[in-house]
């Protein structure tokens, strides 16, 4: 089995710059589908659009947009691609003492501090953060390198201080902790987002991380905080969730097209994760769909 690692990615700033800056235009971001991870926090400002979210063992779909803050080494995939409908995808990529020990030690931004503790598990933003945050993401493009720094360090505090989020996984996610395991887990991660269409047997995952079936288990329940089983539903109900908001498919369709093989199953499964049946997700979605 090839390519089962999340990828480690290099970033370096611009000359004469503490942080990465870049702005992806027509859904441009070749990055989109790869699993990595880095030591730099990363900002995320996705402006319209659909898409999946997977940062750490969570997964979700966006509708309108995204605003998303990433701690340093949480593995996660890209946001956009040439399907997703955004305007644009702006990333800032910033090392967790970019600003200097000293300076990230004073009474004025100590915020900071706490907001990139939270990020170690991904922070979504809801509407009104990302509203009144986005813009002024954008606006930095043309922004010459001391203004750039006072804006992001002006757009840090406010995120510090925004009421409207979520974070994405629980509390003691441990792969931002634990580097050296991330190869077992980033290898089940990958597995399942190239196989979900099809049967995964718990035995063959158990096999693949050279673990008894029981021990993987306890393992991946220590790790996500979520059962395997749990995980897999997950990633497929999300794709359906995609599927019904972009695609003229049936309802029945959706749920092979995303792994289920029973659809009493599919509608149960999509009830319990989503608070609604896959009819009712789509007619609200309707306005979405092409």
Partial sequence: MKNLKATYEVIEPAFGSSFYY?????????????WHYHPEIELVFVNGGTGKRQIGSHISYYTDGDLILIGSNLPHCGFTDDHTGNKNETVIQMKPDFLGGAF???????NINLLFERAKGGIAFGEETKKAIGERIELMETQPPL?????????LNELEHAKDYKVL???????????QDNDR????????KDNFREVIELDDMANMA?????????????????????????????HACKLLTEKQMSV??????????????????????TGKSASQYRNEHKALVQ
């Fill in 22 to 34: 870049s702005k992806y235009v027509q859904n441009a971001n070749i990055k989109a589908h790869l």
């Fill in 104 to 110: 990230l030690a004073l009474p004025e931004t100590k």
């Fill in 147 to 155: 203004e750039k720094l006072l804006s992001i360090i002006s757009i």
């Fill in 169 to 179: 996984n629980a509390e003691g996610f441990a792969l931002e902790t634990q580097l």
């Fill in 185 to 192: 887990i980033n290898m089940v991660f990958n597995h399942v």
């Fill in 210 to 238: 050279s673990m008894t079936v029981p021990s993987f288990c306890r393992y991946f329940k220590k790790v996500t905080n979520k059962t395997f089983t749990r995980f897999v539903n997950e990633y497929r109900i999300v």
């Fill in 252 to 273: 029945a369709d959706v749920c092979y097209e995303s792994g289920f093989n029973n659809f009493s199953h599919f509608n149960k499964s999509f009830k319990d994760f």
